[in-house]
């Protein structure tokens, strides 16, 4: 096969970078390793800014008709009360972000690619190595349904995630930045006198996040780094205490966790790799810089990666041209310090309140009196939602479609 440009990775910026493209009449191959999108308890924020690019595309009526819950506010319950510190409400145009499964998301932009004659998604491909000649990337080894496949291509895109499988086999090492945690997914049923609010709970030594989603609560349930497997070893009934002591009003369903293999393990990892590019070949999203969970940003820096990658490249590839390593430099220059400053956040907020969160002998957590001053501002309770709602240096889609 020959293309303009093969994407190995169907996440949200493999698909969102395939579909800009294609839009703007760029051959594409999308490969995408699984035979459905359906896969549980991946990232399911959808911030304003992605919001405001799937508007940009004329993608929002179709996205809002998807299910979905608003979120706001964002609370945090530590010791000393509930507070908020997360405002969405001032935001512009979209002052929400959107709880969405992932997989409902990626088979919307599946859908619009396939309205372009020029758009290939193949579905159980998986891209494992690139295909090299005179020191440059020329396309990728892939193995699909049929057997081994060769794909040639102008520019490859890795955007295979935080494991991702032709960065290794490219030779890319990522620095490990460090996560004192691991988290611990589940779900249990939603009454309708439960708390309508997405919240953080801080206890001695725990920490957990509830996400409503309509009929259900998405938990992540936040353990120190390494301890999972012997959380796993212990009691599960010890497990379902510790649950309902930070959030009672679930003390009624706390057997719906029924056996260990309810609970699935994320170990979260946040690294970055120095280099995004080598001629040829250029590296987005997880597969460039693993985000922490904190803010709930993975899906929405893969899609301004993709955004600025498409309106760099695009031009490029529209012209018949193999981008140089100057212009896959440009991509990594526009988007690496908006991606070094969010996981410097990231870590300060892992260190300084996770860490501690999560520490065995932990006394209870408080909200220190000037910040549970400076909440009550409104301005101030709106600036996290500034950060990890619209982020730094916000992309927008300037590739127009083809004309006609």
Request: charged share 25%; with cysteine.
């Amino acid at each position: 096969m020959k293309t303009d440009c093969c994407i190995v990775g169907g996440g949200p910026a493999g698909m969102m970078l395939g579909l800009i493209l294609a839009r703007a009449g760029i051959d594409v191959v999308v490969l995408e390793k699984h035979g459905d999108f359906l896969r549980d308890f991946r990232g399911d924020t959808v911030h304003p800014s992605t919001l405001s690019v799937l508007s940009e595309l004329g993608l929002m009526e179709t996205f809002e008709k998807l299910p979905q819950h608003r979120v706001e506010d964002l609370w945090v319950k530590a010791s000393n009360g509930t507070f908020s510190f997360g405002n969405f409400r001032g935001l512009k145009p979209f002052s929400y972000l959107a709880l969405v499964p992932q997989w409902d998301l990626l088979n919307l932009l599946a859908e619009a690619g396939r309205a372009y004659p020029n758009y290939q998604l193949l579905m159980n491909t998986e891209g494992h190595a690139p295909i090299e000649e005179d020191g440059h990337v020329v396309g990728v080894r892939a193995t699909g349904p049929g057997g081994e496949l060769e794909i040639r291509a102008r520019l490859v895109v890795g955007s295979d995630g935080r494991h991702s499988t032709l960065r290794e086999a490219a030779g890319f090492e990522p620095r490990d930045l460090g996560a004192p945690m691991d988290v611990l997914w589940f779900r249990l049923s939603r009454k309708p006198d439960d708390p309508e609010d997405t919240a953080g709970i801080l206890g001695r030594g725990h920490m957990m996040i509830l996400l409503n989603r309509g009929s259900y609560w998405q938990i992540a349930y936040l353990v120190a780094k390494g301890v999972a497997d012997a959380l796993r070893a212990g009691s599960l009934e010890d497990f379902r205490k510790q649950l309902t002591h930070l959030a009672p009003f679930l003390s009624d369903r706390a057997q719906e966790v029924e056996n260990w293999d309810a609970l699935k393990l994320l170990t979260v990892k946040v690294d970055r790799i120095p280099r995004w590019h080598r001629p040829g070949l250029l590296l987005i999203g997880d597969a460039a810089h693993a985000m922490s969970p904190v803010g709930g940003v993975g899906i929405n820096l893969a899609v301004q990666d993709a955004v600025a990658a498409a309106n760099l490249l695009g031009p490029v590839l529209r012209d018949g041209r193999t981008p140089s390593e100057a212009e896959l430099a440009a991509v990594q220059k526009r988007r690496e310090w908006p991606v070094r400053i969010i996981q410097r956040i990231q870590l300060t907020i892992q260190r300084r309140l996770i860490q501690r969160a999560l520490q065995e002998d932990a006394g209870p957590i408080h909200i220190g009196w000037l910040p549970r001053t400076l909440m009550r501002l409104g301005f101030i309770r709106s600036l996290p939602a500034r950060v990890f709602g619209l982020g730094f240096r916000r992309e927008h889609v300037n590739l127009p479609p083809k004309a006609g």
